[in-house]
């Protein structure tokens, strides 16, 4: 069974990196569809200018316009067609990434034409099926909300709460291989301390008490103020009144 998981999630690595390529030509799509636009916008106002103003060659200068308009309306035709087919693959690719993890993941499937219209009444949404208990739910919301709202300043909050999820369903592995990814990619994030304290929860119930204690520490230290800081506290003790874990 951990061979079949380990070998989905490659299969799902691969298929993030091919999406990312995906992206980047979406968006230099995207950058040359604007920019066919203005130049389209440009062409415009020249022929608004000559349309305004007498000219001898009124004639010729027009239909040399016209023509510019009819090549630039060509090319930027041939852009969007590209970009739509883009956009295409990649929600495609998306859908797909979800299914698999959700498979991996043996979480619920979710449908998504019940999802809020804002990405704040999306994430509300998550948040509250993480309180009621619902982790598998929750974490299939936060998943829909990071694949339409990638760049959402929450973004990162919602993977937090996607290993944190783990942590409190009892699947420590999951939890700590999600949230150390977090912690890698973002290590100034101001949602660490809730990394901080979960990975360590988890690998306590993994029986590394001695690397939760490191984490607990470098808590404490690092967000004096956070709102776990008593269970955090409360944990070290424990930590360091269990044998052998100092």
Known sequence: ??????????????????????R??????????????????AVLQRTTDLLTRNSADFGAEFE????????????????????????AASATQTRRIDRIERAVGL??????????????ELYVKASDLLAAGSYGVARAWFRLFLSRYPD???AISARVEIGVSYSMEGRHEDAVATL??????WPDAPENDRVF??????????GRCEDALVLL?????KFPESPLKPQAEALQTQLRATPGCR
């Not at 150390?180 to 990619?185: D, F, K, T, W």
């Not at 304290?197 to 993994?206: E, G, P, R, V």
């Open 1 to 22: 069974m951990r061979a079949d998981i380990d070998s989905l999630r490659a299969d799902v690595d691969t298929m993030r990196e091919s999406f990312e390529v995906e």
């Open 24 to 41: 980047q030509r979406f968006e230099g799509l995207f950058q040359e569809a604007t920019r066919q636009v203005e130049q389209l916008q």
């Open 64 to 87: 040399e316009l016209a023509d510019e308009v009819r090549q630039v309306r060509g090319r930027l035709d041939e852009v969007m067609a590209a970009l739509r087919e883009s956009q």
């Open 107 to 120: 979480d619920p499937e979710i449908d998504e034409t019940e999802a809020p219209a804002t990405a704040e």
């Open 152 to 154: 959402d300043a929450k």
């Open 180 to 185: 150390s990814e977090v912690a890698q990619r």
């Open 197 to 206: 304290f979960y990975t360590a929860t988890s690998l306590q119930a993994l």
């Open 217 to 221: 520490r470098q808590m404490l230290r």
